[in-house]
């Protein structure tokens, strides 16, 4: 990789290590951007987790049918001025995974006093015991031990260390009577860029920053003359699967460009593709065991005696992603060299390859190539009457893309034709600036619209904890898309089945959605970013980033006794807590005839400047300096919002917050979201008897409480 793309994506590690101070402590941050960066994107805090004292090793794991993925994360501490320092790391990393081998091996463990641990054990149990139920219980279960090292590698005496250790774990160990192979892997920073640059590219350059567009794939060598199926715009063969991870490992996700579905999570179907791959047979076997690749492309040239490939131009794979994704793991993570020369010499997948003017509508292709991995739930609901309404309303009403299934807004961009349910519209009718290079567009996705609704109807801690379940499970998405609610969540002691039995029978307002949406992104832009609010607090207080006199502990202790800089921490990981709060104000003001207000809401000062121009940080800017109007709704609801986080910190909430294990966790709870309301009606109560010598309420007239402030606005005749 290029240096200074290598610069670029470590400054962004950095920069999401920094923010995800807001909600985690130190080195459970660090796990935390480990497992996003690596992929692990659908674990669950309270189960694939495990950091913390009593870990035998273990930060975060996976598991997936017969493959175990363990992962022990090392960093170094943060300079005082918030960057990662990537020197290289000592033995305790290494020891950490024999540490992990010792605990699935030991018949006898004890974990009781680490309750986090259980449930990586129930589900390891549970697989011994279900391959020893299996007919051939002599296959392995696989175990790969990723040593994560935000740093450029080990020490000497600790790669010594670690070579020793992988000798030791070449052949499989016995545990109740199951084989078991574990692979131990380092993944130095230099890895976790690369997983993250994959996962990103959207040029036809490769990782060393080349410009490139094709690809070489090898058809397999047959006996009779011809070794593929050919047409004028389209070939049938099985090819060298090394080609194919050689093609991700040098183009990452531009690969799957045309793909709408091209980001896949770890999954129960890759794990299962990488099982095949471990064994000689079925890796010799896995033409016929796998459904292969559907690749699309500009033009390809056929083979020749002195060119035995396809020349393939702009490829594009839209079907058989996860098939491709899970060779290339298999190959870098799971596989010995010898095994890896074996893969390369004797594995084929089958693809069938296609040029653009193959089919009359390559979109249809595109549409119909099936996956092994499930459909997101999202796109099964993406042709439901209600949320092809929301398309057309939003875009007809509101001037915003609404993003009904996965990837809709890039292909929309793409090519405008496929949307037939809006005709004449192009991407230029949602473009709010033209700024060159720095476009800015109006859309919103379904999943973001989905949690926000949810969160302005009061049930927040669903919405962060149960994403997952929003369009899986219709007791959510009946919730959120086809009726409305008559009062706010907390009115209902925060029970969604309460709110259930008292719904009104009509689907929420296309425009109160949106109005739910924006609050959301600007609650992001509000707060200072962690390490600028670090800075500030830093200057306040005098500190310098190159004095020694203090640890980063005693800066962090120092810090802490700031108001201001704990407040803003606060606010930055209760985004979604701010549109609850938005809602319960707007419930409190207008009753159920808030899901009437939505035109008078996007009309109103800064929801108006977001609605029309999307341009969130011009806008925080200016509440963050304090220069809104009182008539303006959605910074007079932040102040009211950050004014009871102010109050709560002023007492024994504070302690709580910054004890709290798991932040986001103890920040969405109903005791928190129980105190913020209570402090709202405590307020509202305040200024109907006085006035708040608060400078965003001075223009708010005298003894006219908050709820009838906002009330005066929206719901006056």
């Given at each position: 990789m290029e240096q200074i793309h290598l610069k670029n994506f470590i400054a962004s590690l950095q920069k999401d290590v920094n923010e995800a101070l807001d909600s985690f402590i130190e080195h459970q941050a660090f796990v935390r951007v480990a497992a996003e960066w690596l992929g692990f994107t659908n674990l669950?805090?309270?189960?694939?987790?495990?950091?913390?004292?009593?870990?035998?090793?273990?930060?975060?794991?996976?598991?997936?049918?017969?493959?175990?993925?363990?992962?022990?994360?090392?960093?170094?501490?943060?300079?005082?001025?918030?960057?990662?320092?990537?020197?290289?790391?000592?033995?305790?990393?290494?020891?950490?995974?024999?540490?992990?081998?010792?605990?699935?091996?030991?018949?006898?463990?004890?974990i009781k006093s680490f309750t986090k641990l259980r449930p990586l054990v129930d589900e390891w149990e549970h697989t011994v015991t279900?391959?020893?139920?299996?007919?051939?219980?002599?296959?392995?279960?696989?175990?790969?031990?990723?040593?994560?090292?935000?740093?450029?590698?080990?020490?000497?005496?600790?790669?010594?260390?670690?070579?020793?250790?992988?000798?030791?774990?070449?052949?499989?160990?016995?545990?109740?009577?199951?084989?078991?192979?574990?692979?131990?892997?380092?993944?130095?920073?230099?890895?976790?860029?690369?997983s993250r640059w994959r996962s990103s590219n959207i040029e036809w350059r490769d990782k060393d920053g080349k410009q490139r567009e094709t690809i070489d794939l090898y058809p397999e060598k047959l006996d009779e003359p011809l070794s593929y199926l050919r047409g004028p715009h389209h070939a049938v063969f099985f090819c060298r699967a090394i080609d194919l991870i050689n093609a991700f490992s040098d183009f990452g996700y531009q690969l799957f460009e045309p793909n709408v579905r091209a980001h896949i999570e770890k999954s129960k179907v890759n794990a299962a593709i990488r099982k095949s791959l471990a064994y000689a047979s079925s890796r010799k076997e896995f033409q016929f065991l796998n459904n292969g690749a559907t690749v699309i492309c500009s033009s390809f040239t056929k083979p020749s005696p002195n060119k035995p490939w396809f020349r393939v131009r702009f490829p594009g794979v839209i079907n058989g992603l996860q098939t491709v994704v899970a060779l290339h793991d298999s190959y870098y993570d799971d596989l010995t060299q010898q095994e890896k020369d074996d893969l390369a010499q004797h594995c084929y997948?089958?693809?069938?390859?296609?040029?653009?003017?193959?089919?009359?509508?390559?979109?249809?292709?595109?549409?119909?190539?099936?996956?092994?991995?499930p459909m997101q739930a999202r796109n099964l609901r993406s042709n439901t009457s209600e949320q092809v309404y929301y398309e057309k309303l939003f875009a007809q009403q509101l001037g915003w893309f609404y993003e009904r299934k996965q990837g809709a807004w890039d292909a929309f961009c793409k090519d405008p034709t496929r949307w037939r349910r809006l005709p004449n519209f192009k991407p230029s009718h949602f473009r709010v600036s033209v700024t060159p290079g720095r476009p800015r567009f109006r859309h919103v996705d379904n999943e973001d619209a989905?949690?926000?609704?949810?969160?302005?109807?009061?049930?927040?801690?669903?919405?962060?904890?149960?994403?997952?379940?929003?369009?899986?499970?219709?007791?959510?998405?009946?919730?959120?898309?086809?009726?409305?609610?008559?009062?706010?969540?907390?009115?209902?002691?925060?029970?969604p089945a309460q709110a259930?039995?008292?719904?009104?029978?009509?689907?929420?307002?296309?425009?109160?959605?949106?109005?739910?949406?924006?609050?959301?992104?600007?609650?992001?832009?509000?707060?200072?970013?962690?390490?600028?609010?670090?800075?500030?607090?830093?200057?306040?207080?005098?500190?310098?980033?190159?004095?020694?006199?203090?640890?980063?502990?005693?800066?962090?202790?120092?810090?802490?006794?700031?108001?201001?800089?704990?407040?803003?921490?606060?606010?930055?990981?209760?985004?979604?807590?701010?549109?609850?709060?938005?809602?319960?104000?707007?419930?409190?003001?207008?009753?159920?005839?808030?899901?009437?207000?939505?035109?008078?809401?996007?009309?109103?000062?800064?929801?108006?400047?977001?609605?029309?121009?999307?341009?969130?940080?011009?806008?925080?800017?200016?509440?963050?300096?304090?220069?809104?109007?009182?008539?303006?709704?959605?910074?007079?609801?932040?102040?009211?919002?950050?004014?009871?986080?102010?109050?709560?910190?002023a007492g024994p909430w504070r302690q709580s917050y910054l004890t709290a294990r798991n932040r986001t966790r103890f920040n969405y709870q109903n005791s928190t979201r129980q105190k913020v309301y209570e402090q709202l009606d405590n307020l509202d109560r305040f200024m109907t008897k006085a006035q708040l010598t608060q400078p965003w309420a001075?223009?708010?007239?005298?003894?006219?409480?908050?709820?009838?402030?906002?009330?005066?606005?929206?719901?006056?005749?």
């Open positions: 669950e805090e309270d189960k694939n987790f495990v950091d913390g004292a009593g870990d035998r090793g273990v930060d975060f794991w996976f598991a997936a049918g017969v493959v175990f993925d363990i992962f022990q994360v090392k960093s170094h501490e943060l300079t005082k001025s918030g960057d990662i320092q990537i020197d290289s790391f000592g033995v305790e990393g290494v020891k950490d995974l024999q540490r992990v081998v010792n605990l699935l091996t030991d018949e006898n463990r004890d279900t391959r020893n139920l299996a007919e051939s219980s002599d296959e392995p279960l696989h175990v790969n031990l990723g040593l994560i090292l935000f740093g450029l590698g080990l020490k000497p005496q600790a790669s010594s260390e670690f070579a020793s250790l992988e000798a030791a774990l070449a052949k499989p160990k016995m545990y109740r009577g199951i084989p078991v192979l574990f692979h131990p892997r380092i993944i130095a920073i230099g890895d976790i860029v690369d997948v089958l693809v069938r390859l296609l040029q653009r003017e193959a089919v009359r509508d390559i979109n249809s292709v595109v549409l119909a190539s099936n996956t092994q991995n989905a949690q926000a609704w949810l969160s302005f109807i009061g049930f927040s801690n669903e919405a962060v904890h149960e994403k997952r379940a929003l369009f899986e499970e219709d007791r959510w998405y009946e919730l959120i898309f086809l009726h409305r609610t008559k009062r706010h969540g907390a009115m209902y002691a925060f029970d259930r039995e008292d719904w009104l029978n009509y689907a929420p307002a296309p425009d109160m959605i949106l109005a739910s949406c924006l609050a959301r992104e600007f609650a992001r832009r509000v707060p200072l970013a962690g390490k600028e609010n670090r800075q500030r607090a830093m200057e306040r207080l005098g500190l310098s980033s190159s004095d020694s006199t203090f640890t980063r502990e005693q800066v962090e202790a120092q810090l802490l006794q700031d108001e201001d800089y704990l407040l803003e921490q606060v606010l930055s990981g209760l985004s979604w807590l701010f549109v609850d709060s938005l809602g319960y104000l707007l419930y409190r003001a207008c009753g159920d005839s808030v899901h009437e207000v939505g035109k008078r809401l996007l009309a109103d000062g800064s929801l108006a400047a977001l609605a029309k121009g999307a341009d969130f940080d011009a806008v925080a800017a200016t509440v963050r300096n304090e220069e809104a109007e009182p008539s303006d709704i959605l910074p007079v609801a932040w102040y009211a919002f950050r004014h009871t986080l102010g109050q709560l910190l001075a223009g708010i007239p005298a003894k006219t409480g908050l709820y009838s402030h906002f009330a005066s606005l929206l719901c006056a005749p």
